[in-house]
């Protein structure tokens, strides 16, 4: 069974700070993603990594970047955090050989700004 | 743009009755669908995939060309179903999942 692990369930961070939410995957899957997670929004992807040192913007990268050094590791960096960032963000990874390939999510990291 | 639109946020049903979340897409191309859910304090799993046209816990969705659709349907509601139901798409040739805003599936006793 894929197992995706965040690092932290829960983080409380101060506005200006940089914040790093990690998330390791173990079912050697090509693709990893950041998403995150608002009432009334749906899931709206941040950044996504199809190999390693290889990233693409999703539809709302404005404010964050990522970091993908190892296959199984992917990291959601806030360079500067603003309270508007306070959101569950969900890691995700899939197998990079077909575009219907599903993908399988954490559990979550639910990050508050202050 | 690629759009996947769930209109409604809230569907509440009685244990027993039928069940259908609506899912509508806007798309040229090809589509890849999906029905993906999460219990509470569960993390988001995929249920089911047109490709497969499976049955999973008995929920059933058909990929509709013409009206640009795929409902998830179920014929006798489960208190168990309640969750969270997201609908999402990807396109040709891409790794990316395009999510709906979801619908919270409530079944009452």
């Known amino acids: 069974d894929v197992k995706v692990t965040q690092s932290s369930r829960y983080l409380v961070k101060r506005t200006g700070e940089k914040v790093f939410l990690e998330c390791v995957q173990d079912m050697d899957h090509e693709n990893m993603f950041w998403y995150r997670q608002d009432p009334g929004l749906g899931l709206r992807l941040i950044y996504f990594?199809?190999?390693?040192?290889?990233?693409e913007k999703g539809d709302i990268p404005e404010g964050y970047s990522v970091s993908r050094e190892k296959k199984e590791r992917f990291s959601l960096i806030l360079e500067s955090a603003s309270t508007n960032q306070t959101s569950m963000y969900l890691c995700a990874s899939s197998l990079g050989l077909l575009s219907n390939q599903p993908q399988h999510f954490g559990d979550g990291t639910r990050l508050s700004i202050l | 743009a690629q759009r996947v639109t769930q209109p409604e946020k809230l569907l509440s049903v009685f244990k027993g009755a039928p069940v259908e979340l609506k899912c509508n897409y806007s798309?040229?191309?090809?589509?890849?669908l999906f029905w993906y859910v999460q219990y509470s304090r569960q993390r988001l799993q995929l249920l089911l995939r047109?490709?497969s046209r499976e049955s999973i816990k008995g929920f059933t969705a058909d990929l509709n060309k013409g009206e640009t659709s795929f409902h998830l349907k179920k014929p006798f509601a489960q208190e168990e179903d309640s969750a969270m139901y997201y609908c999402?798409?990807?396109?040709?040739?891409?790794?990316?999942?395009?999510f709906g805003s979801g619908t919270r599936l409530l079944v009452r006793p």
């Open positions: 047109h490709i």
């Open positions: 798309y040229s191309g090809s589509p890849e």
């Open positions: 990594s199809y190999d390693v040192k290889m990233k």
């Open positions: 999402a798409l990807t396109m040709d040739s891409s790794y990316k999942l395009i």
